[in-house]
């Protein structure tokens, strides 16, 4: 009689599953994200995750304005790496146009795609510990972000909606100083998460809270279709800039770091090593970065240059061509993957052979990880949630799009 | 039947085809500026080169025909060199004009240097100045700095309208188009000479400055000016018509339209009647709806129509009529016959006056004229038209008459005086058919919705049948069409009517309706 087993106890309580909404308006659901759980006590005995709230009709939207309108929007996917989205947009149309873009631009747009995944990571490495109450090392990756974004302002003129990538191009080549502000900004970084990893990563509570949590073994990943840091952390090798090379990957040193258990720690321990990769790529490029023009040279692509437009009628044909009937795109469909913040972007562009796409698809990476959270939460306690949800960094423009 | 290969798909054609109708006639594109299929050849804009196997040099594939055995190629190196190298020339003088200029959005040259050239200048002097904005007649300004000299224009005049007005004036680079001192470009097709411009040199007075024509919406319809019923596209930007432009229409009116057919769209800008009326005063629709159904029970009644109703309003109109108030008599009406050509203008200056007579007669009405009205002695009198309104027999006979019902897009006395009046589709609100003087009907499409409590007759009359007790076969215009019973379309649909409506005078065989019926089913 003394002696009575929790589950004997709770028989005698009358205990009932309890229906708890989580978000999709709650602080701890980022990007407007609705969990609807069953609770038995604090266990969680189902979920059912909710997806939609943030649905702009992005891949409608892009049907309705010519090839580059679709740029700006591409800006609000994951917005917490937009640049990397610039860039995979643009590949996609580029590689429908069979356009090779000149090395220069290759190059920058390894630059910046770089420094977005460093600013991706920092948010997800903040906010982790964010979720287990640790305050301090949100803030240091903050300001760590911070400087990023001011090299972002710097290069694109916008800290967000960068719209930096052109079909053919980029919208203009990088600022004079931009070496000198980048490495103002990696001196930063390297101390800022010097600082962050002496506080988690031989963290008592924040081990405890992480390790063996949400764990997603690499069959039911590769399964889910998991892709970038959380596949890795499973144990899986694989990076789109390993597996299918493109702009100058192939050419660049850096390695792809892998966990083995697949849980919110190794989550963490590939994003950390991913930035310190990331900053070794850039050194490479800051190295090997040729000179020359950043667009091709065909005005059928490129808009031409501004004086060229005001004082010569072929330039203002050509733009005023480019703007109102759009880049003239051959009929057919094309794939082109970048591996973004979460894991690969893909775009999938089919034309109909006029100035305007007939279908853009977006492969974005957390909707195939999200459908992998009702196994990572179930079972485990409903304090493990946030952290779970966060170790995924879901981004609600890119799943919702 | 001579033979031959374009970009290696081949095809035979009639002798005597030019290698440019050839290639149409593929779908191979061979870029144009003086070549026009309703014109003569002038092979002067060098555009449409191509390398044959029968000429170590280029041809100009608008001129040269088609022999047994050539080869054509229209992407080979050299003609691509050739395409540049032609519109670089063009191009050196020309000025930067697209932000102001009308043409810009459906511009040959636009389009042709983006597709063909897209190269960068190199031409680093000073451009030749021309005259601009030169005023070549009442509808039609040049620019002389945008012009390419392909005389499209000067053959419209020459060969179409058959009023030699436009010529080319000075030699070489410096070669412009203008009138002879003292004249005018004033003859009946003279915005003819804008559609044909592939640049923006000529324009139409009545389009300049007033609309860019991206935000323009079209919509195929038929011209309702005179009885040869051209087909036009009637281009509407925010609910308004911004102009009117020939559509092709081999067994109409070929690829052109007269001045007057443009502008006509005018005549219904201003003194709209939008409001249902009764007796100079507003009226709810529905009271007045009853109210003539009353009318149309008192009887005697007299029916004034006008060959501007569609076939499916006057199918409606005499099918209602007729039903409440079997005695009923028919008049028909309509403008004063006008100006003849032997071009397009018809001297019937009504759009429909076959299908109304085709009509009438399958519902075994005779029709009578306006000079039978004076001894008509009816109590109940029904107007159609703004011009029938204002006709003063029409008034006459609205006097002796216990009640006058007018039906009119236009406000014109009699609707003050009218026992009441309802607002009534222009030819650019309608949604119908109508059959022009040579038997061909045409679709009639709505460009712009009608304001206020403006409707179709055949709508007002459906309306009224019903307050009657009287039915009509359908509840919508395609209905009525498909139900009116009219031997000459009978079977058909509105389906059946292609893009260049259906000659009515050229029989039938049994499969072609059978057959479209299925296409539309």
Redesign the interface.
């Known amino acids: 009689m003394a002696n009575k087993t929790a589950v004997e106890v709770g028989r005698d309580l009358h205990t009932e599953v309890l229906q708890v909404n989580m978000g999709p308006s709650h602080p701890a659901m980022h990007g407007t994200v609705r969990i609807h759980l069953w609770l038995d006590g604090e266990t969680v005995a189902d979920a059912d995750v909710d997806i939609g709230y943030l649905h702009r009709g992005f891949e409608k939207m892009a049907e309705a304005g010519t090839w580059s309108k679709v740029i700006p929007y591409t800006d609000r996917l994951n917005y917490v790496s937009p640049l990397i989205n610039n860039v995979g947009y643009c590949g996609a149309v580029e590689k429908l146009l069979g356009l090779e873009i000149t090395e220069r631009c290759k190059y920058v747009r390894v630059f910046v795609s770089e420094v977005s995944r460093i600013c991706d990571h920092l948010t997800a490495i903040g906010a982790s510990a964010l979720e287990v109450g640790a305050f301090t090392p949100f803030l240091w990756a903050m300001q760590a972000r911070e400087e990023f974004y001011f090299l972002i302002e710097m290069i694109t003129g916008a800290r967000v909606t960068t719209s930096y990538t052109r079909i053919g191009g980029l919208r203009w080549d990088l600022p004079e100083g931009w070496v000198e502000r980048y490495e103002h900004c990696e001196r930063r970084l390297m101390s800022l998460l010097d600082d962050i990893e002496t506080l988690l990563t031989r963290n008592r509570i924040f081990i405890d809270r992480n390790a063996d949590v949400g764990v997603m073994k690499a069959d039911d990943a590769i399964a889910w279709g998991f892709t970038g840091p959380c596949l890795r952390a499973a144990g899986v090798d694989y990076d789109v800039r390993k597996a299918q090379p493109y702009l100058v990957y192939d050419r660049l040193e850096f390695d792809v770091p892998i966990g083995h258990k697949g849980d919110n720690y190794d989550r963490y321990l590939v994003r950390l090593e991913e930035i310190r990769q990331s900053v070794r790529i850039i050194r490479q490029v800051i190295r090997d970065i040729p000179e020359g023009p950043v667009n091709v040279n065909d005005w059928r692509v490129v808009l031409p240059p501004k004086d060229q437009v005001y004082d010569t009628i072929e330039g203002m044909i050509a733009h005023f061509e480019i703007i109102m009937k759009g880049v003239q795109v051959p009929p057919g469909e094309a794939y082109y993957a970048v591996e973004g913040g979460n894991g690969e972007v893909g775009f999938y562009v089919v034309s109909d052979g006029g100035g305007r796409p007939y279908r853009v698809h977006v492969r974005p990476p957390c909707f195939a990880i999200m459908q992998g959270l009702r196994d990572m939460i179930v079972g485990g306690m409903v304090a493990d949630i946030i952290p779970t949800f966060d170790s995924i960094n879901m981004i609600g423009g890119e799943i919702d799009r | 039947m001579p033979t031959l290969k374009i970009d290696g798909r081949e095809v035979t054609v009639e002798p005597g085809t030019r290698i440019i109708e050839a290639a149409d006639r593929l779908g191979v594109p061979i870029p144009r500026f003086c070549y026009h299929p309703g014109l003569s050849v002038a092979a002067n804009c060098r555009m449409c080169l191509v390398e044959t196997n029968k000429s170590p040099k280029l041809v100009p594939s608008c001129y040269d025909m088609c022999q047994d055995g050539m080869e054509v190629s229209t992407r080979s190196d050299k003609v691509r060199a050739a395409q540049k190298a032609v519109l670089e020339f063009i191009?050196l003088h020309?000025?930067?004009?697209?932000?102001i200029c009308d043409q810009?959005?459906e511009c040959d040259?636009?389009?042709q240097?983006?597709?063909y050239?897209?190269?960068?200048?190199r031409?680093g002097f000073r451009k030749h100045h021309k005259p601009k904005a030169r005023v070549l007649g009442p509808h039609v300004i040049y620019d002389a700095e945008r012009c390419i000299n392909c005389t499209r224009c000067v053959r419209v005049c020459d060969e179409v309208a058959r009023a030699p007005q436009l010529r080319q004036v000075h030699r070489g680079e410096r070669t412009y188009i203008d009138v002879f001192p003292g004249r005018e470009l004033d003859h009946p097709y003279s915005m003819c000479t804008a559609d044909v411009c592939p640049v923006g040199a000529l324009t139409t007075r009545d389009f300049r400055f007033k609309c860019r024509v991206?935000f323009l919406h079209g919509t195929p319809s038929v011209c309702a000016e005179c009885s040869r019923g051209c087909s036009v596209r009637v281009d509407t930007y925010r609910g308004k018509v911004q102009r009117v432009v020939p559509r092709h229409n081999p067994q109409v009116n070929q690829y052109w339209a007269c001045d007057a057919g443009r502008l006509a769209y005018h005549r219904f800008e201003a003194d709209r009647v939008v409001a249902v009326m009764a007796g100079g005063r507003t009226v709810a629709y529905g009271d007045a709806v009853r109210g003539l159904a009353e009318a149309l029970q008192a009887g005697p009644v007299a029916v004034v129509l006008t060959p501007f109703l569609t076939c499916e309003d006057a199918f409606a109109v005499v099918r209602v009529v007729k039903a409440v108030a079997p005695d009923t008599r028919f008049f028909v009406g309509g403008r004063p016959d006008g100006d003849q050509d032997e071009v397009l203008i018809r001297a019937d200056k009504n759009p429909n006056r076959r299908g109304l007579s085709m009509v009438l007669a399958a519902a075994g009405v005779g029709a009578e004229g306006l000079d039978s009205l004076a001894g008509c002695r009816a109590a109940t009198l029904l107007v159609f038209g703004d011009h029938n309104a204002a006709d003063e027999r029409v008034v006459g006979a609205a006097g002796s008459a216990a009640t006058t019902v007018v039906f009119s897009a236009l406000d014109v006395p009699l609707l003050g005086r009218a026992a009441f009046g309802f607002p009534t589709v222009t030819p650019y609100e309608a949604d119908g058919t109508f059959v022009n003087e040579f038997d061909v009907l045409q679709r009639v499409r709505r460009a712009v919705e009608p304001p206020g409590e403006v409707r179709e007759p055949w709508r007002i009359l459906l309306d009224a049948g019903e307050a009657a007790g009287v039915t009509l076969p359908a509840r919508g215009a395609a209905g009525l069409f498909a139900a009116a019973s009219v031997p000459q379309w009978v079977g058909l649909t509105w389906a059946d009517i292609g893009e260049f409506g259906l000659d009515l005078a050229r029989p039938r065989d049994a499969g072609e309706a059978t057959a479209s019926k299925a296409n539309a089913g």
């Open positions: 191009l020309h000025p930067v004009d697209c932000p810009a959005g040259l636009q389009d240097y983006f597709q050239d897209y190269q960068p200048s031409f991206w």
